[in-house]
C-alpha cells in the first residue's frame, strides 16, 4: 500500500511533464505560466518564490550560498540543474558574464573536474576589486560583457569549441538584450544560453524592478527561432531563471 507521502509524490511526478511554459505577454508582470500546474498550485508555487526571494533580500540568507566556501548567489534547484546540463551538453567553454563572488563560477569549474575532458570556464566581470577562487580551469576577465574589445575576446576564446552561455550580470533589459545580440551565436547547437534573475519585475518577484532578463528573453525569442526555452529545465518549480533556459535547436 501507498503511504499519503508517497501518493502524494507521485501525483507531483504525474504533473510534471514535458508540457511547454505559456509565456505572457511581453510586459506582464506575473512571468511564464506553467499550463502543468493549476491556478491554484501556479499561485503557490509563486508564492513561495516570493518568500524564499523576499527573505534573502531581507538579509536572511536564503540565497547565499558558498560552494567550497565561495559565496554563490543562486538558488540551489538552479545549480542542480546547471550541473544536469554540464553532464547532458558536456560544453568545452562556458562563458559566464557576471562573475561577482565567484561561487557559481568555481562550481561550474568542479563540476567540470568531475566530468573530465578539456572544459574550461571563462568568467566576466565589470568589477576588478573582488577576490575570487583561483582553478586551473577558470579564467577571469575584467570589462563590460557590451565592449566591443571584450565581445571579439570571448568570440575568439569560443571559436571551434562547443560552447554555452550564462548571462548574469546588468539585468536592465537594455543591458541584456545588448548580450543576448552579442553572444547567442557562440552557442553551438543543443547547447544552453541561460538567462538568470528573469524573474524580477513580478516575475513573480520585485514588481517595481522595471524591464529586465524576461523582458528582453521576450523579445529575443520573438525573433529567433534557433532558440526555445526549455521548460524541463524548471521542474523543481522554483527558479531564479524563469523561462531564462534557452536551448539552442540542433536542426
Not at 501556479?42 to 518564490?49: E, G, N, P, S, Y
Not at 575568439?156 to 550564462?166: K, W
Not at 552557442?187 to 513573480?204: A, H, K, M, Q
Request: proline share 7%; hydrophobic share 35%.
Amino acid at each position: 500500500m501507498w503511504s499519503t507521502f508517497e501518493r502524494g509524490v507521485r501525483g507531483v511526478r504525474r504533473r510534471i511533464r514535458r508540457t511547454p511554459v505559456q509565456p505572457r505577454p511581453s510586459g506582464s508582470r506575473h512571468g511564464p505560466v506553467r499550463r502543468d500546474l493549476s491556478p491554484e498550485e501556479q499561485a503557490t508555487v509563486d508564492a513561495f518564490h516570493r518568500i524564499y526571494y523576499e527573505r534573502w533580500q531581507g538579509r536572511q540568507n536564503t540565497l547565499d550560498l558558498a560552494w567550497l566556501g565561495t559565496r554563490a548567489t543562486k538558488c540551489p534547484f538552479d545549480l542542480w540543474t546547471y550541473q544536469e546540463i554540464l553532464v547532458e551538453t558536456r560544453p568545452d567553454l562556458i562563458f559566464e558574464s557576471g562573475t561577482r563572488f565567484g561561487g557559481t563560477t568555481l562550481f561550474l569549474a568542479s563540476i567540470l573536474d568531475l566530468l573530465g575532458g578539456p572544459g574550461r570556464v571563462l568568467s566576466l566581470d565589470i568589477n576588478a576589486d573582488m577576490k575570487r577562487p583561483a582553478h586551473p580551469r577558470i579564467d577571469y576577465l575584467i570589462g563590460s560583457s557590451t565592449d566591443a574589445d571584450v565581445i571579439a575576446r570571448v568570440h575568439r576564446a569560443a571559436a571551434g569549441r562547443r560552447a554555452m552561455v550564462i548571462l548574469d550580470s546588468d539585468h536592465v533589459e537594455p543591458h541584456v538584450s545588448a548580450e543576448l545580440r552579442a553572444y547567442n551565436d557562440m552557442v553551438s547547437p543543443g547547447c544552453y544560453l541561460i538567462v538568470e534573475d528573469t524573474n524580477v519585475n513580478g516575475r513573480p518577484v520585485l514588481p517595481d524592478f522595471g524591464p529586465g532578463p524576461g523582458e528582453a528573453v521576450d523579445a529575443f525569442l520573438a525573433g529567433h527561432a534557433e532558440f526555445v526555452a526549455d521548460p524541463d529545465r524548471e521542474r523543481f518549480l522554483v527558479s531564479l531563471n524563469p523561462g531564462g533556459y534557452l536551448r539552442r535547436r540542433e536542426d
